[in-house]
T-cell receptor, first 115, second 111 residues
Framework: AQSVAQPEDQVNVAEGNPLTVKCTYS??????LFWYVQYPNRGLQFLLK??????LVKGSYGFEAEFNKSQTSFHLKKPSALVSDSALYFC?????????????FGRGTSLIVHP | KAGVTQTPRYLIKTRGQQVTLSCSPI?????VSWYQQTPGQGLQFLFE???????NKGNFPGRFSGRQFSNSRSEMNVSTLELGDSALYLC??????????FGPGTRLTVL
């Protein structure tokens, strides 16, 4: 079975400060990990993914995420937050050795960046 | 390359009615997934179709069904609507590169 947890329903950060949105996962085999962002009244947009290779993954809009196998985490980070980054962020995981091609999504974390 | 199209964008129905939602994936993509998004339950997987065959199914009652056509367009149907079916229904076009491209969703309100 595969599962993902986003322990924070909401993250508040001031514009210009670094931001972190947390994600931990559980899979039987090796994980494929994803981050998506959702703006109001829109579908999800792909940000970045970890499949294999370098543990630090760089994605769209200046976001990056670090894969930590020992802590089973894949936290999303950005060095300097923008007000326009305010949105709902979803982490997702898929078991690389699983039968299903469908990832499991976390419940989402609302990021609010204050001016 | 055109994105994922979902129609209609908004829908209001009453309890007991049925509804059909449509999704056109990105050209060349043969796999389509459907999700239900609600504030309380988050994003829940409904089903996935690949080349007109249902390949995966989530834990939803039989009132929820879907199909995929030869041009990869997909429809989902919900019969005997309940108040709890009010949600944003998202369709994702699945690439072969482990990426999903989501449509804008259909906002269904059941009164």
């Amino acid at each position: 079975a595969q599962s993902v947890a986003q322990p924070e329903d909401q993250v508040n950060v001031a514009e210009g400060n670094p931001l972190t949105v947390k994600c931990t996962y559980s899979v039987s085999g090796n994980p494929y990990l994803f981050w998506y962002v959702q703006y109001p009244n829109r579908g999800l947009q792909f940000l970045l993914k970890y499949i294999t290779g370098d543990n630090l993954v760089k994605g769209s809009y200046g976001f990056e995420a670090e894969f930590n196998k020992s802590q089973t985490s894949f936290h999303l980070k950005k060095p300097s937050a923008l007000v326009s980054d305010s949105a709902l962020y979803f982490c997702a995981v898929r078991d690389a050795s699983g039968v299903s091609y469908i990832p499991t999504f976390g419940r989402g974390t609302s990021l609010i960046v204050h001016p | 390359k055109a994105g994922v199209t979902q129609t209609p964008r908004y829908l209001i129905k009453t309890r007991g009615q049925q509804v059909t939602l449509s999704c056109s994936p990105i050209s060349g993509h043969r796999s389509v997934s459907w999700y239900q998004q609600t504030p309380g339950q988050g994003l829940q997987f409904l089903f996935e179709y690949f080349s007109e065959t249902q390949r995966n199914k989530g834990n939803f009652p039989g009132r929820f069904s879907g199909r995929q056509f030869s041009n990869s367009r997909s429809e989902m149907n919900v019969s005997t609507l309940e108040l709890g079916d009010s949600a944003l229904y998202l369709c994702a076009s699945n690439s072969g590169n482990n990426e999903q491209f989501f449509g804008p969703g259909t906002r269904l309100t059941v009164l």
